[in-house]
């Protein structure tokens, strides 16, 4: 089924429809239409590192940490995994009647906005700072979710089209003002390559403005650009309820009737959210024309066709036995190892355990499941934290001592505890003492760097103020730091911190993201040298956000490594590895 | 240190104490004294089952699985545990200036209340609604945690004085009305065992009046009965905040003061809460002596001469590689698979694995690691789920496949779902199709059974409305037993639930209660085979409340296996156990 076929049978097929069948076709949750045998199709699905929120599938590491593998050809096997398991759990579900949301086989995955500026709290969901590499990993990630097959294995979206970034508080009413240059040579230029290299079935319109225009329903955005430029053929959505935002926030429309126009006319073929409930509406009062909508609805029926929705496939004979598999785990394994990027070693690392009889490992992320699983995550099968991960793969003989430490942000554990100092940070200083050697596991999770929560698909949560880590976490790392044994800090957080302590008083630091849900197992291995770090950073690691623009400006004048003209702690692309390479290789298993 | 020289040095101390000194003594958080050498105390720590909420300690099943293994000689054994960690731990925070809330060694443990109702949110905390149970588990617990050493090892505290048992939302104001004969067999027994055999060093008055009197405050409770009639000599401390609830909810008193005074005069020595700090405004008023506050202080110190805070010790050399040994996890295992309830079995387990190449796990408790902890729990250096027991014990070459089946208690996982059936339901009937064999894991946890939530000690949560399992898990259990395949139901509770459907239509089923960080572990060794589930259920499992009283309704008839007059679906005491008794043992490790 080439795309002229499947455009001649959308035709053939929406040519049927009503009106009003035609219309209700452009929302996510598109109803059946029995009469001519069109079942529901709900169009949101998610698997920005696995798929998402469905149910059990493999879990890959956090986007960004994808990313810091620099492996195209490993995005491309992930990207394959994820549409193995999504095929096979589209089979399994709709079989049933389970037609919902999160079932479907249109990926609303990669986001392939630049990691701008290191306090947005999505940016771990991106492939960091750098147009090329995020362009590179997108179109490898699109081509294994899409495949090359006779129909599209599953749909991938490169979203947010364009220039979204931040700040997420006011992601809803936002006018992203920025230059033709920066547009061309960041903002544009990953979604130049997805759509023209990665041949990306859909694109996600941003829900900021761009320059005055909502990305949503932006003429220069998705006429000028996306479709007459670079001859885009699939369709776009909205981001979810960004229709709305255009009335009720950006203020550019008056009516839910105009901000449905609008963005049917600048060619923004599905709402995610419910503003095209009125496009009969708008009909109704001369704004919109049927041409229009039935233009819409083939180019979605096209995507519907390529997929094989309404054919048998190759794909018919996955199911629930392909989700989870050892080969997917071990897959997701790799991608953890490849992920990890050693910032600091003294020499610590490996860990020699001549010695060694007790092994310290403190922290808030030590054994938190939360820390390994990013956001726009699945339910994994297992998983293994840090602290399950090194009690595993230590020698019996050594004895592992464990502490919370602190809290992962509040100022105790316990509520009523006094609020002078953490009421774990005895205990942390406890199990430094009678180690040999102490993990210090910090950092973030989905709660403290995440997503504007209005719209039903996250907890309240949002950006970075800076780059600090939480209070207790900081009065933790001064003690630890300073307990006078050797301390491996391994940072599990999407974006840059201030690493400053860390660097000048811990042997060793591991960034290790938000490894996915087997993580903590290939931390232990890379810690322990059966594995080598070899991950680069994707993002400039800042000393702090003092030498930075504000947040709100999206010049791109002294961000990241392309145009920051001080000195970072880190460096993109910076990672080390173990030096004894053959030694090191010969243990990887 | 006998209780006569203990009381001497607390008279002596005391003696040298100004007023205000000695009132400020008599709260939970006493501060130090430093011109008498006397550091800050709070009294305020839990051991329910396990060193809890000060940090890292082992933890054992939860209170009414312990109960279930009906084994007295094993209770002793964990309290002998619990107060090791608890002397460590205590040696070790101390050591480094935490002497805050959950550091010390007067534990608020155990609970002897009656399992009066199988709503109450809390019943899980007790052993269970037979009064003799109740008290020789308790008395065991209680020798097990005080030891019987020259020095107190840590101090017990039976808990609430007395015939507390819900409902949570009105229990700072109601008044619970028992009947002479109620009182004596029932709701006073465990706590006279207490007294009597076990030499209890605390007992904690309850939030309710007892048949009008606030039971913190009570002549007949604390006075005539504990005191004059059992002869205890230790100390008596409040609930948290139940003195403000005299005056603010009781409405015996009017004002704090006079809350203050009608506690101390009746011998509530220790104030969990903030009323006595008003003692020395009582004094100044006329209400209060300082005989009395002298009186109570000289108990409250003798109990710290007791635990040889001012002396060397014995117990002094105990430090944090005496928390969480593998002698106390051993411990913890053999308490998980003891308690364990055998509830139905067609003969399907222990497991045959003959022809068995697919395990189905289901369930929003199979992978849950609240549903192991139930509440008043600690950190554990390492938690196992069901589902993790499983994948560790089960041959390499069985698949074990995974969903989480249903929210806990929400319609859907995903907020975005259509409300008309849950969101994993499709995915638990795909598992099952592939499974030869069926494990559903349902049940509650600490978020759906516990605790009033208004004294920072606790989430918002408490009572059961009945006995069924939230609406999501209905659900999933009518289509999961009626797969067609054998199915094993593992219910995670501290009460009983209605299990009618269950009875019905699982091949077996297992009441696991809170088995503890490792009980995942336990409960696939028992389902297994690798141990003999030999537990009995401590309270009756009735199929629903309609036969019972209201919950508001203190009197024992028809409540409990005693007075039941109905048919319960399992009574007190049942437990089956696999058949061929030679075999299994010789399997046990």
Chains 1, 2 share one sequence.
């Not at 761009?210 to 003429?219: H, W």
Request: proline share 4%.
């Amino acid at each position: 089924m080439n795309l002229k076929q499947a455009r001649e049978r959308a035709e053939a097929l929406v040519a049927q429809m009503t009106l009003e069948e035609k219309a209700s076709q452009l929302r996510y949750n598109a109803p059946a239409i029995p009469r001519l045998q069109i079942p529901e199709y709900n169009w949101w699905n998610e698997s920005l590192h696995g798929v998402a929120r469905g149910g059990t599938a493999t879990m890959f590491p956090q986007a960004i940490g994808m990313a810091a593998a620099f492996d195209s050809e490993l995005m491309q096997e992930i990207g394959d995994c994820i549409s193995t398991e999504g095929r096979a759990r589209y089979n399994e579900m709709s079989k049933r009647g389970d037609r919902d949301i999160y079932k479907g086989l249109t990926f609303w995955s990669p986001n392939v906005n630049i990691f701008r500026d290191p306090r947005w709290g999505r940016g771990h969901e991106t492939y960091g700072e750098d147009p090329y590499l995020a362009g590179t990993l997108g179109v490898s990630f699109i081509h294994g979710i899409q495949g090359d097959g006779e129909y599209l294995k599953a749909a991938a979206c490169a979203k947010h089209f364009a220039v979204h970034s931040g700040p997420e508080a006011i992601r809803h009413s936002f006018d992203a003002k920025a230059s033709k240059k920066d547009m061309e040579e960041t903002y544009l230029a990953a979604f130049e390559t997805c759509v023209k290299d990665g041949g990306v079935e859909a694109v996600m319109g941003a829900y900021n403005r761009v320059n005055g225009e909502p990305a949503c329903a932006s003429k220069t955005l998705l006429q000028d650009t996306l479709r007459d430029k670079w001859g885009f053929e699939g369709h776009v959505v909205s981001d979810c309820w960004a229709l709305r935002d255009i009335h009720e926030n950006h203020k550019v429309t008056k009516t839910v009737e105009e901000s449905a126009k609008l963005a049917l006319e600048m060619g923004c073929d599905l709402n995610c959210g419910c503003t095209y409930e009125s496009l009969l509406s708008a009909v109704d009062k001369g704004l919109v024309t049927e041409e229009l909508i039935t233009k819409s609805c083939v180019r979605l029926f096209t995507t519907r066709f390529l997929l094989g929705l309404f054919d048998e496939t190759s794909f018919d004979s996955l199911g629930f036995l392909d989700v989870g598999t050892k080969e997917h785990e071990a897959l997701a394994h790799r991608a953890a190892r490849e992920s990890m990027v050693l910032l600091k070693n003294n020499g610590i690392l490996p860990l020699s355990l001549e010695g060694v009889h007790t092994v310290g490992v403190i922290g808030p992320n030590a054994n938190s499941r939360k820390a390994l699983i990013g956001n726009y995550h699945g339910t994994a099968q297992r998983y293994v934290t840090v602290l399950e991960g090194l009690q595993e793969k230590l020698p019996e003989d050594i004895r592992v001592l464990y502490s919370e430490g602190c809290h992962l942000w509040k100022n105790n554990v316990e509520p009523l505890s006094k609020p002078s100092n953490s009421d774990r940070l005895a205990e942390a200083k406890t199990v430094c003492d009678y180690s040999d050697v102490v993990i210090l596991v910090v950092g973030l999770d989905e709660t403290l760097e995440g997503e504007e929560g209005d719209t039903g698909n996250s907890d309240a949560s949002g950006d970075k103020k800076d780059l600090r880590f939480p209070g207790p976490q900081r009065e933790l790392m001064r003690a630890v730091l300073d307990c006078g044994k050797p301390v491996v800090v391994v940072n599990m957080t999407g974006s840059a911190m201030d690493l400053v302590l860390a660097d000048q008083k811990a042997a060793a630091i591991l960034q290790a993201w938000y490894p996915g849900a087997l993580g903590g197992e290939d931390v232990a291995d890379v810690l322990l040298g059966k594995a080598a770090p070899s991950g680069k950073l994707p993002v400039t690691f800042y000393e702090n956000t003092n030498d930075l623009p504000d947040f709100e400006d999206y010049s791109m004048k002294n961000r990241t490594y392309r145009y920051f003209t001080g000195t970072p702690l880190y460096p993109f692309g910076y990672g080390l590895t173990y030096g004894q390479l053959d030694v090191v290789f010969a243990t990887v298993d």
